[in-house]
């Protein structure tokens, strides 16, 4: 038998509870040697609880898991804190790994630095950590959060090198079209089966969808004749009656009408219990739908005013420089995203526009009047006891609807609003700060890793919403699809330095190498491109400086290749 149709894992009748609510009914299913599978659902379905009943950290209640003893799986959970002292006592092997994602160094490392990693960086670890076990069998629950695009792309080449089967967990939709042949979507208590990638699977459920509301409206339609059917029916056997009873001295006639109207009434009751059954044996549920997400903003202010300026910008912690004589500008109105490698600053430089981060040399301006609101990637800072509505702090009745209605269409449900934050998922408590943000009026949105444990309906949701803002938004995102479809400007950070690109993510990521421009339409974007990157710098530095010149040397030799392409 080929050894890729043999089945790792069995499993018959799951059945899980949490607090009286049902999460899994009646899951059973087999994952075969070298498969790829994504586990897809709203928050809160139960795929993390399908991970932990498998890897054996969770009972189910009902149905059994079936496995070889000897079946080591590798499971990368959501959870990547690591301390120093553990990061320590890690193997050659695990450090060869990390360099590989693009970890140097990681065994030099000085205490002071392993306490202050990225959240890439602690993923990156927590992987090679998986990777060091040689599992047979890998279990990645959210694997993507906070990679950069280079891990992602080395996660995407390793798991293509892995023989055995992969289960993953994941909202990001480039990083599932690249890697699973299968999606498992837990709905309803139910899981239900796909063959293809997630773009597959969208267009595979789509046509489900449509066929089960094509057979719901014929049902309905038919329904409606058999009630009208059944309405006659009766409305002739209550008339039967009423002539069986009316006054007269005819006694046979009467009679004649008793009789008759009785036996109207029988065959009604089996007509009505013919109807009836014929109606439960064919019975097609109205599809359920996809909860409507909807996030509202106001905003004033005008487009193209600048409101952020840095000039001659520097940022270094002791002896580690991030970054250094950075010039570029920020206006209102402008989708920015922010590119670079964990590790480079750009949590940092969004610390430094807050103020909570001092610049080391340079400046670094904003207009006063400037609201910003952030959305960080520490979901755990909110008030542990505290419920959903009392960390907004509202108390008129207007607000607290307004929230109550953000919660429910953002699918927090009245249930979770009312209990403590403790109890909350992460994806649950990321929702609570993003409705903390859509109460209030801002001019700026600064968003790190948004979509880090949004279920998809909402990311989807998100990315519509952020394009009817107008104010600035600056974000950070691993997601390639929701950074594409937001961003038109960039903040790209290479060599420690800060360079503004007026191009989309997908360009940039498409670039050809300057040494090798493909043809003379691609070279001349690409000319043009540097020639406005660097009047920007000019505008903003001193002409004595000596960057002036050497800017505007480039700039001059620039403006002569762009001639000779022309």
């Known amino acids: 038998m080929n050894k890729n149709h043999l089945s790792i894992i069995k499993v018959t009748g799951i059945e899980m509870n949490f607090n009286l609510r049902k999460i899994l009914d009646n899951i059973s299913f087999d994952i075969k040697n070298g498969e790829r599978i994504g586990l897809v659902g709203y928050n809160g379905t139960g795929k993390t609880t399908l991970a932990n009943i498998l890897t054996g950290k969770i009972t189910p209640d009902k149905g059994f898991v079936e496995k070889s003893t000897e079946l080591k799986i590798g499971y990368l959970t959501q959870s990547i804190d690591y301390e120093a002292n553990e990061l320590y006592s890690m193997e050659e092997d695990l450090l060869q790994h990390s360099s590989k994602i693009g970890l140097k160094k990681v065994s030099a490392w000085e205490e002071k630095r392993l306490n202050h990693l990225s959240g890439g960086e602690k993923l990156k670890l927590a992987l090679s950590n998986v990777w060091a076990s040689k599992p047979g069998f890998l279990i990645l629950d959210e694997p993507t959060n906070h990679l950069d695009f280079k891990g992602i792309e080395w996660l995407i080449e390793e798991l293509e090198k892995f023989k055995g089967p992969v289960l993953i967990i994941s909202h990001d939709r480039h990083f599932l079209d690249k890697t699973v042949t299968r999606i498992f979507e837990i709905e309803n208590t139910k899981l239900n089966f796909y063959n293809g990638n997630y773009s597959d699977y969208q267009k595979e459920k789509q046509h489900r969808l449509e066929t089960q509301m094509h057979h719901y409206e014929v049902q309905q339609r038919k329904k409606e004749d058999i009630e009208m059917q059944m309405e006659q029916l009766s409305s002739w056997s209550e008339k039967a009656h009423r002539t069986s009873t009316k006054q007269g001295r005819d006694y046979g006639h009467k009679e004649y009408h008793r009789v008759k109207a009785k036996k109207r009434d029988a065959q009604v009751k089996s007509k009505m219990k013919r109807l009836q059954s014929e109606l439960e044996k064919n019975k097609v549920d109205k599809p359920l739908e996809e909860t409507k997400v909807r996030f509202q903003f106001d905003t004033k202010g005008s487009r193209g005013k600048r409101i952020i300026?840095?000039?001659?910008?520097?940022?270094?912690?002791?002896?580690?420089?991030?970054?250094?004589?950075?010039?570029?500008?920020?206006?209102?109105?402008?989708?920015?995203?922010?590119?670079g490698e964990n590790g480079c600053g750009k949590t940092t430089l969004i610390k430094m526009i807050l103020g909570e981060t001092a610049v080391t040399g340079g400046d670094l301006w904003k207009s006063d009047s400037l609201k910003i609101a952030y959305l960080c990637q520490d979901v755990d800072n909110l008030p542990a006891e505290k419920t959903a509505l009392e960390v907004l702090g509202f108390t008129d009745r207007e607000n607290i609807l307004k929230a109550r209605t953000l919660f429910a269409n953002l699918g927090l449900k009245e249930q979770f609003i009312t209990k403590p934050i403790r109890t909350l998922s992460l994806g649950e408590r990321t929702r609570v700060k993003l409705v903390e943000m859509l109460m209030k009026e801002y001019d700026v949105l600064i968003l790190d890793e948004p979509t880090n444990h949004?279920?998809?309906?909402?990311?989807?949701?998100?990315?519509?919403t952020l394009n009817e803002f107008a104010g600035t938004i600056i974000t950070v995102s691993h997601d390639f699809y929701f950074l594409n479809k937001l961003c038109d400007k960039l903040l790209v950070f290479e060599n420690q330095k800060i360079k503004r690109m007026e191009i989309k993510p997908e360009e940039y990521f498409n670039k050809p190498t300057r040494a090798e421009p493909t043809d003379s339409k691609e070279s001349l974007m690409i000319i043009e491109n540097r020639i406005a990157t660097i009047l920007g710098e000019l505008s903003l530095i001193d002409p004595k400086s000596p960057k002036y010149v050497e800017l505007d040397n480039e700039f001059n030799e620039l403006l002569k290749q762009k001639r000779k392409l022309m």
């Open 309 to 339: 300026e840095a000039k001659s910008l520097s940022k270094s912690f002791e002896e580690r420089s991030l970054f250094s004589e950075c010039h570029f500008y920020i206006n209102h109105g402008e989708r920015i995203g922010l590119l």
């Open 454 to 464: 949004l279920d998809l309906p909402s990311r989807e949701q998100l990315e519509k």
